[in-house]
């Protein structure tokens, strides 16, 4: 595999390398030998523990191969370093187990949060490489819905923020801090807690509605929703546009659109329509899907 990343010599790039070959020598084992490393981390050795334990090293494996194939893998580094706290969650949970080996999880947890140090230190000078090179990069997603309700009925709905949890299922909150200000927390991966503020840019009555987040954070994003009339007067035409701008490069923004946020968007779309439409979220009984989500229409058998 011929390495891309072209960063200094020095430390930094040393431990990079060392990193991105050591999530795929983890990878491997956990993948192709998962019962040996369950008794090495001291857990006790079951079908679910295997299942976990292949799913981690399917983790290991993207991860490792994104941080020696990309040429700034800062995002694949953080990657990492989420990877990391779940795999910490794992093992202190394994921890209050009593058929597990305890000692063997203690040293476990021990060398993760040691190889976890080492992913927020290359993280953390990665990124800063990242911002103080790259310019302001920008990428777009729009996805569209008709709902059969009236223009107003549609904005008015929106128009109230403290609505978006009831169908933006990963939102836990949003609250008004002021006239024109909100304050959002989302849920973020092992039970983090991800917290943004955001401003109103544009309230056109029963047309548009529009907003933007403040301050520097991780990456900035701007959203507008427009409320039109559909075709041949059957309902409302809802038009959701989200821009996300970063100053660490366009290779962190492509991951993000990569890691399926137009779907995403879709079934969120799809759970506001039948909210507007039904009063609810429509489960059906037949679904393998955990939580509740939008019950899709059976397709349409052409003759």
């Known amino acids: 595999m011929r390495n891309r990343y072209k960063g200094d010599s020095g430390t930094t790039d040393r431990l990079t390398k060392g990193l991105g070959w050591f999530s795929i020598g983890l990878g491997l084992a956990e993948v192709l030998a998962p019962r040996a490393v369950a008794n090495v981390t001291g857990v006790r050795e079951s079908r679910k523990n295997r299942s976990l334990l292949r799913l981690y090293g399917m983790r290991e494996l993207a991860a490792g191969i994104g941080i020696l194939s990309e040429t700034r893998p800062a995002t694949w580094l953080w990657a990492r370093v989420g990877g990391d706290v779940v795999d910490l969650s794992s093992l202190a949970s394994a921890l209050a187990d009593e058929q597990n080996d305890k000692k063997r999880v203690a040293f476990s947890i021990a060398s993760v949060i040691g190889v976890t140090a080492a992913d927020i230190y290359c993280a953390q000078e ?25 223009a107003e009925e549609a904005y008015q709905f929106w128009h109230d923020f403290q609505n978006f949890p009831r169908f933006m299922t990963y939102l836990e909150s949003v609250r008004y801090t ?81 890691m399926g946020l137009g779907p995403r968007i879709s079934e969120d779309l799809r759970k506001f329509k039948q909210i507007l439409e039904v009063g609810e979220v429509i489960k059906s009984d037949a679904s393998i899907h955990p939580g509740m989500h939008p019950a899709q229409p059976e397709p349409v058998q052409h003759l």
């Open 126 to 150: 990665l990124s800063a490489q990242a911002e103080n090179g790259s310019e302001v990069s920008q990428t777009k997603v729009v996805r569209t819905i008709i709902v059969n309700k009236p």
């Open 178 to 258: 002021g006239d024109r200000r909100t304050h959002w927390i989302a849920k973020g991966p092992a039970g983090m807690q991800i917290e943004w503020d955001a401003d109103v840019t544009i309230d056109q009555a029963n047309r548009m509605i529009g907003w933007r987040s403040r301050g520097e954070s991780f990456f900035e994003h701007a959203v507008t929703v427009r409320f039109d009339s559909a075709p041949g007067n059957r309902g409302t035409l809802v038009r959701f546009e989200i821009k996300f701008s970063s100053k660490r490069g366009a290779a962190l923004l492509q991951k993000i659109v990569q």
